[in-house]
């Protein structure tokens, strides 16, 4: 197995009296999509969360690529190639589809800082911003008001921003949540296309996909990891069908 | 370069509205000159002036999403540089406006910087105190005539005597274009989509590994030179200074120009100065006519306008005339 | 500085903090847990000491004056959410600014129509304007002493209100999700409406108390209104206990300062100058307070646990 992109080792959170993440050590390589798993206030987001950089770890290290990234901020762990999509859409709601991309291709250039170069109108931000577009096939809706569209499309319009800066770790977090299931299928065919060029870390509520994406599955239960290993190893392990399918029987 | 003069053309033509107000200021002493009004030109100025501080203050609140509720403090630091600069024997005009620049500069990196670490109703009351702290400290500076103010001479602009009858108002309306063009720039530059997009959201602003603040503290400290270039002529046109004209209600009246012009449009606080000042003039007069007793409370009406236009007034005075005239892009 | 002046002026910063308390105190439930911004609380005080100032030269009775003006504070803010603020609550913050602004220039200038620009003075009753001996051979106003005891007394009342009552954590409730709350059977429209009410009646109060030791005029209440303010952010938004020992720290800052400073400056300054400058910066020393507490804690002392 290659080097791993991302490495946690013994990350620990707390706030105040709740054990947030406890312990947790895990790796996405590259060329796999690494999902966690784990129901409802399990600390799934709270982990991401750590990785991305808007909150810190109590203790422990988190490495990207070999680099100890621990106490960086957000916007300097994206510039070393973090990618994130939210669990609620978050998108410029103001702007249109491809001033979306536009801006996302200005601050990929490093050059969003610049008050005598048009923005919008110019040519070549606009091509950038066709080609992010066009990776999640949207280019037909480049000048809808993001506003106006539909919560699937704008799902697919944040994974298209999370991937513009071609980060070498993408973090989705819940990218089928409200989706329909003809909706889910064409996320879940985006994503798996995706793998060749991403680390990926995938939250996910809906099993079908992540048994279909993942590659590895970490179980996460009030902080801790339970489980860890293939799909087919995840779903024959009794501590996970006991502490989290089972729960999942009972809600469906 | 040649992106750099298109970005002029198209900017010109998307802001019709901008062209034609710019237009009209530069004819205006036309009229005033053959009606036999001199002291129209005199309204006129203080609507450019209180139109560019509007404008200043706009870059933060209507582009940026940054209520700031203490900008009448630039106004006034610009303003007291005159002030200031005269006492000590310097009367060049050039000097004040360098001076007022540098400080209003210094004094927004500072403020913006303490001011930003909070958002929300934080940040309102924040910058609100840090007006009010400036207002108190000129209170205290019995040199520069504490409470009662100073009366000063205006600036020397080397062959142009502001005494002589309307180089004032050219020179006030040229800063006037000046600023108008700049801020044009900005608004369509990548900067300012950014900063529009910082407003909208900040998070994803971030997620595309920029800092959002780095943003927030540019256009704060440009929207502070702004008002401090404003203040500046001001003062040299009123011929005076007192702490009043940082006063935390002056910080009210130009949110009001700006929400009365059009929130975010490049001409609307300039819109705003009009109708603003104009009621200023007016209602008074209208309420003698109807009222004759109580002419000088105008206020008692001008409060529920006000009212009337938070309530009622979305998009402004622009985004009316744009519905009239339903002209594409006239913002 | 003589020690009696000291202990008196202590007295005295004492009396200012807890008269902010009390404008403060209904500031911080609509500020802080309903989030609107309302700049006309000041003029809730400026209506509370007019009505106490003209209801005492009308009845000849100062305790008289000030039972009659409590409920016609409480009417003046319920009535006043119920023809505009309500309609403002989904406004967004710079909105209520500008529209709440207006309302104070509104409520200037009518009091300017009604009771003209000059100011009104209150007299204190006989049985009021004695002194006490708070130690032996300190005399204090009695006066004074009866706003410290007033205060106090609204002080409490206001905490049982917030702590011991639902009120508090409704009107919380209400502003986080009110179609929620209303579901759960709370009439939100209502408790809005009692919360402003409440709260300029307690800025009325204030005001009542403030009158004979100011003049009551037209504007009184914008000062008053920013010193609150600032007495809020410091003890972090929505936290009514924040806001009583910042209202203290505030009062006492701004009133020592007042005398101090001079006295401090005449050491090292000349004196003309010192006392020129004194006062102001005293002034400025609150926001300077204010300031520092920011860049150390951007949501003030007690942010209240959301």
Redo the contacts between chains.
Sequence with gaps: MSSPILQLDGVMKSYDALLATNNVSLDVVAGEIHALIGPNGAGKTTLIKQIYG?ERPDSGRILLNGENITSL???KR??KGI??S?QIS??????TMR?NA???A???RQ????????????ASLIEDAMVILDAVGLTSKADILVSELAHGERRLLELA??M??EPCLLLLDEPMAGAGPQESQHMTDIISALRARHGILLIEHDMDAVFALADRITVLVEGAVIAHGTSAEISQNPAVREAYLGREDEAC | MTRFFSLIGRGLLQHRAMMYLLVGFALFPLYTGFADLPFWNDVAIRIMLLGMAAMGLNLVLGYGGMVSFGHAAFFGIGAYCVGISSYYDIFNGWIHIGFSLVTCGLMGVIIGLLSLRTSGIYFIMITLAFAQMLFFAFVSLETFGGDDGMSIDRAEFGLIDLYEPLRLYFLVWAALVIVSLLLMFIVHSRFGVTLRAIKSNESRVEAMGLTPLKFKITAYVISAMICGLAGTLFASWQEYVSPDIMHWTRSGELMIIIILGGLGTLAGPLLGAIAFLLLEEFLPELIQAIAPDYAENWMIVFGPILIAIVMFGRGGLLGLLIKLFQRKGAS | MTFTLFLEQAFNGFQAGITLFLIAAGLTLILGIMDFVFLAHGSQVMIGAYAAASLTALTQNFYLGILFAIPISFFAGYALEYLVIRHLYKRDHMEQVLATFGLILFFNEAIRVGFGPAALHSNLPASLSGFVYILPEIPYPEFRLLVILVGFACAIGIHLLVSRTRLGATVRAGASNAAMTAALGVNITRLRRLVFAIGACFAGVAGMMLGPLTSVEPGMGEPLLILSLVVIIIGGIGSVRGAFIAAIIVGMVDTMGRVMLPVILRSFMEQASADGAGPALASMMVYILMAVVLVFKPTGLFPPNR
Excluded: C, K, M, Y
Aim: proline content about 5%; glycine content about 6%.
């Design positions: 808007s901020s957000v916007p994206v510039r990618g994130r939210f978050n998108v410029l709601t103001d702007f001033e536009i801006i996302a200005q601050a990929q050059e969003a800082f610049q008050f005598f170069l048009p923005a919008f109108d110019d921003l999370a513009a800066g």
